[in-house]
């Protein structure tokens, strides 16, 4: 797992390769999400806590009886 994660680049030199337009920000955005190994992990559970216990399913959701 180690040598996985020694061979990448640092990933904030991707940022100023591209001009700043909205779209290469939320492809860089979600760059960052798919490679973050502890998003991956705690993600899923923070989202079910947040709408077990919160009852909030997030933005695009909408919460039934």
Known sequence: MW???CNRRVQAVS???MRPTSAHLRAYEEELEDASWLGKL?????QYAQFT??????DKALVGR
């Open 42 to 46: 705690l993600r899923p559970w923070v």
């Open 15 to 17: 940022l100023f390769r």
């Open 3 to 5: 040598r996985k994660y």
């Open 53 to 58: 216990w919160l009852g909030d399913g997030g």
